[in-house]
């Protein structure tokens, strides 16, 4: 499994879980990241892969899990657990 981030790692909820699972040393930057066939992605401090820290010409699959604290836009369709 390989972890990436984008943006900063300095809010309060991120560093909380950052330092909990001492991620900071299993993590690269998403600059670095190189899409597989066979990959899950989860999304931790963000509701979308349309995020724009995140960028776009990575072409990321949708999320399988999706873990954040902020509100959710209640425009949006549910597919199954996830927001789309």
């Known amino acids: 499994m390989e972890n990436y981030y984008s943006g900063s790692l300095d809010n309060r ?45 990575l072409n990321l699959r949708e999320p399988i899990i999706i873990i954040d604290h902020h509100k959710i836009d209640n425009n949006k369709k549910e597919k199954g657990d996830q927001f789309i």
């Open 13 to 57: 909820q991120g560093r909380t879980i950052i330092n909990l699972y001492r991620l900071e040393m299993k993590m690269r930057h998403i600059s670095e990241y190189v899409p597989k066939e066979s990959e899950k992605i989860i999304l931790i401090d963000s509701l979308s892969i349309n995020d724009n820290r995140l960028p776009t010409e």
